[in-house]
């Protein structure tokens, strides 16, 4: 113990001068954490703007449940655009139409073919045949584009225009 005593009496100059460094680190060090702090409670106070905890956790409970409430309503609407799009697929989505004269010697371009597709190029064919005697109508069904009664040049034309061909 005496020999402890004689070092610090011998050396307590620097032994001080380490100690009081090491305060003055130390006063510096709790010096920027109290900025650190106050800078924390200054956007703490932004953040919070008046509201306690209590309140910040409902808002977040708030928003999560309004966050669910928007999932489910973009799968109510992804379910119900996917029934639009098939109820239109199945409207009629393609038209073609030839005017012809069947008779080059009578009128102008008076009979005519209509083709109505839908989306699957089903539908049918309405063709008039328009003659001295009179006009007559005829309808034919179309299926994948083609049809199981025989159809003329111009039926066949306007069944072609509507699939874009």
């Given amino acids: 113990m005496e020999q402890i005593i004689n070092f610090i009496q ?6 001080i001068l380490g100690l009081s460094a090491i305060v003055l680190i130390l006063i510096f060090g709790f010096a920027y954490l109290f900025l650190q702090i ?13 509201k306690e905890a209590k ?10 449940k309004e966050i669910k409430r928007n999932r489910d309503d973009a799968e109510d609407l992804l379910k119900l655009s ?6 239109a697929s199945r409207g009629i989505q393609k038209i073609g139409l030839v005017r012809y004269n069947p008779f080059g010697d009578i009128g102008g371009d008076q009979s005519f073919a209509i083709t109505f597709l839908d989306a699957y ?5 309405i063709s008039s045949l328009h003659s001295k ?10 299926e994948k584009g083609k049809s199981s009664y025989q159809l003329s040049d111009e039926e066949k034309k306007a069944v072609e225009e509507a699939m874009g061909k």
Wanted: without cysteine; hydrophobic residues 30%; positive net charge.
């Fill in 121 to 125: 190029d089903n539908g049918l064919i």
């Fill in 10 to 15: 011998q050396n307590y100059q620097p032994i």
């Fill in 82 to 87: 996917e029934k639009i799009h098939q109820i």
């Fill in 55 to 64: 309140d910040l956790e409902k808002i977040i409970e708030d928003q999560h």
């Fill in 38 to 50: 106050k800078n924390i409670k200054n956007k703490q106070k932004v953040l919070f703007q008046g």
């Fill in 133 to 142: 005697e009179g006009t007559r109508v005829y309808a034919k069904p179309i």
